[in-house]
């Protein structure tokens, strides 16, 4: 039976933010989930293995179909497909990458893409796993990756077994509990945003990466308040974060590339240490309150938005984000997500060794703030996007501010006495 699955209202939010401007499409809501690594790989090979990895998992290669409350992912029955670029991009942010900003479009496909950067200079790879936040989320598109190079090694590929919808697995956990009120908006960690010019415009954000390099235990947890702590230095008092979690774990044995990433609020007051932080965590968990509707659609039935035009739904979302951006103020400080401790080995194959890997932030037009932080043998992958308003050079500030705090105040390790 081919495979399908209904297209959810939070889905629905991420394909409405589609647009065209001076004739070209854009996808801002993207997964891209990059694998550094030597510069030799095997393209043939590598086409191969995605090949066989994206029919055992279809939710890879799905397109969109139907309209209003109709629609829905249907297997394309094409191959995600295998791009080469010889580029000179050296994976530390935004600036001279425009391959990361070609769309995904959703009626026409592909919802996913494989990017192949070859760095002659720096004798380096990337592999980028590139998908439409419509159709996959960051889980999935690590899952299919994780595929791909077990077809590449020459092993059977896990696959997806179901096509159940985040809405379905939220309604099973908790039965659609609403969240509750987050208070006031608060403003962005980088403080208040500037006017830009219309030649800016065309970048409409900016991220950076940076590497932290040890074992940092509770990173999540310190990278969240020294980010607060910027934020208070800034003048603003008011931090609250979001949290993606994944919901995978309730139901055992569920694989799938789909979007099944829930979230919770976490607020940071003056006195909030990491363990505050980490009780907060566990205790909302416990709750299941990553399963809860969020708190924009408490006034709206949200089954009902699937019966709003998308254009209705893209535009509504453009005046909010005009506004954001003029007036500083967010629902949410910052989104952080944590992949935790991601086992390169399983990035590796046919000649290519993976050294690290990260997730580029998605851009989230409303958002102030997206973090992302992956974990290797190395070290930490620290990676911020924000709107250019709230940039021009704030980003990385409060980049090396996290950083350098997080290394001055680790514990000395203790040396062993004199003999």
């Known amino acids: 039976m081919t495979y399908q699955r209904p297209l959810s209202t939070i889905e629905r939010y991420y394909v409405s933010c589609d647009s065209k401007k001076h004739g070209q499409h854009l996808t801002p809501c993207m997964n891209q989930m990059v694998v550094e690594g030597n510069f030799d790989i095997d393209v043939k090979a590598f ?6 990895a994206s029919y055992a998992n279809p939710g890879s290669r799905v397109k969109l179909k139907g309209h209003l409350g109709f629609s829905r992912w249907v297997d394309s029955e094409h191959s995600t497909p295998v791009r080469v670029i010889e580029s000179d991009w050296d994976g530390l942010s935004n600036d001279n990458a425009k391959f990361l900003q070609d769309p995904l479009p959703v009626r026409t496909g592909p919802t996913s893409e494989v990017l192949i950067i070859l760095n002659k200079i720096l004798d380096k790879s990337f592999v980028i796993f590139r998908t439409h936040h419509g159709a996959m989320d960051g889980r999935g598109t690590l899952h299919f990756a994780n595929d791909v190079f077990r077809c590449l090694r020459g092993e059977e590929p896990i696959g997806e077994n179901s096509n159940i919808t985040d809405m379905q697995l939220a309604k099973s956990l908790n039965n659609h509990a609403k969240a509750t009120e987050l208070g006031p908006d608060v403003a962005a960690p980088t403080g208040q945003p500037t006017v830009i010019s219309e030649s800016e415009k ?6 950076i990466r940076r590497s ?11 990278v969240a308040l020294e980010t607060a702590r910027f934020t208070r230095l800034k003048g603003e008092n008011s931090v609250r974060f979001q949290i993606p979690v994944d919901m995978r774990p309730h139901q055992e044995g569920l694989n799938s590339t ?4 829930g979230g919770i609020v976490v607020d940071v007051n003056l006195n909030t240490d990491a363990e505050q932080w980490n009780q907060d965590i566990r205790a909302q968990l416990a709750q299941k309150k990553e399963a809860e509707i ?4 408490r006034i709206f039935p949200f089954q009902l938005l699937n019966w709003v035009p998308r254009k209705t739904i893209h535009n509504s979302n453009s005046r909010l984000v005009e506004k954001r951006r003029r007036h500083g103020q967010f629902r949410t400080t910052g989104v952080i997500s944590n992949l935790g401790l991601l086992k390169v080995e399983q990035f590796s194959g046919e000649g290519f060794n993976a050294i690290k890997c990260y997730f580029i932030p998605p851009e989230f037009d409303t958002t102030a703030l997206f973090i992302t932080l992956a974990g290797h043998p190395g070290g930490v992958e620290i990676l911020m996007r924000a709107p250019i308003e709230l940039d021009g050079g704030r980003v990385e500030e409060l980049l090396d501010f996290v950083i350098h705090n997080i290394e001055h105040t680790e514990p000395t390790p203790k040396q062993p006495e004199p003999a």
């Open 258 to 261: 789909a979007n099944l990433t």
């Open 202 to 207: 065309q970048q409409t954000s900016r991220w």
């Open 47 to 52: 086409r191969r293995a995605t090949t066989k």
């Open 212 to 222: 932290l390099p040890g074992k940092h235990k509770g990173v999540l947890a310190k």
């Open 294 to 297: 969020p708190n924009f659609f």
